[in-house]
């Protein structure tokens, strides 16, 4: 099945600094990623949405000089939460979409776990 | 505007009784519906998926959902439950016009031995 690998699991930051985050489809080619942010015992939020190529589409009320997207090739897609805060403090799931393959399926990532102190 | 609910944010199960999770959306168009499961600290698997044809679908781990265009339904079950199906379980649906998926709330559920 398609896989999805993020990177790192877990990550504590100070304040103020800035933390990357990788999303890799390890054995698909995704036109689509996406990034969601979940809070504890709550339901995915939808962040952005990324093409390959192109600038990232955000959700309403999330500050894209603040979650840099980028998407540089069919496998990765990188979050980049800037100047963290720990109000950022949250679990990020990427997800992607294949380029052929079932229709509109998502696979998942792992997750990052991410502390800000 | 697409929509997704699924009723009931905690289902409690004994061992062997039968589940059912429960999921409704609102589309104008029949949307492409699936079921994911997540484990805590873990991302979404999918579970199953209806896009066209049979109504009735069966997934890993023994679920099966139905799509219902008449009720706007697509309710999760599994025979049995077992202990290891207690997680998170999110329902979500996509228009292909819009190219996003919706996902429900969540349900969480509880297995008792």
């Known amino acids: 099945g398609a896989v999805v690998s993020q990177h790192p699991s877990r990550v504590i930051c100070k304040s103020g600094t800035s933390v990357k985050i990788e999303c890799r489809s390890l054995d698909f080619q995704a036109t689509t990623m996406f990034w969601y942010r979940q809070f504890p015992k709550q339901s995915l939020m939808l962040m952005a949405t990324s093409n390959e190529g192109s600038k990232a589409t955000y959700e309403q009320g999330v500050e894209k000089d603040k979650f840099l997207i980028n998407h540089a090739s069919l496998t990765l897609s990188t979050l980049t939460v800037t100047s963290a805060h720990p109000e950022d403090s949250s679990f990020y799931i990427c997800?992607?979409?294949?380029?052929?393959?079932?229709?509109?399926?998502?696979?998942f990532g792992p997750g990052t776990r991410l502390t800000v102190t | 505007a697409q929509s997704v609910t699924q009723l009931g944010s905690h289902v409690s199960v004994s061992e062997g009784a039968l589940v059912l999770l429960r999921c409704n959306y609102s589309?104008?168009?029949?949307?492409?519906l699936f079921w994911y499961v997540q484990y805590p600290n873990q991302g979404p698997q999918l579970l199953l998926k209806y896009t066209t044809g049979a109504t009735l679908v069966k997934g890993i781990n023994g679920f099966e959902a139905e799509f219902k265009k008449s009720e706007t339904s697509f309710h999760l079950t599994k025979p049995s439950a077992h202990m290891s199906d207690a997680a998170e379980y999110f329902c979500?649906?996509?228009?292909?016009?819009?190219?996003?998926?919706?996902f429900g709330d969540g349900t969480t559920l509880t297995v008792k031995p």
């Open positions: 997800s992607a979409r294949a380029l052929a393959g079932g229709p509109y399926e998502q696979y």
């Open positions: 589309s104008s168009v029949p949307p492409y």
């Open positions: 979500a649906a996509i228009n292909t016009n819009a190219g996003k998926s919706t």
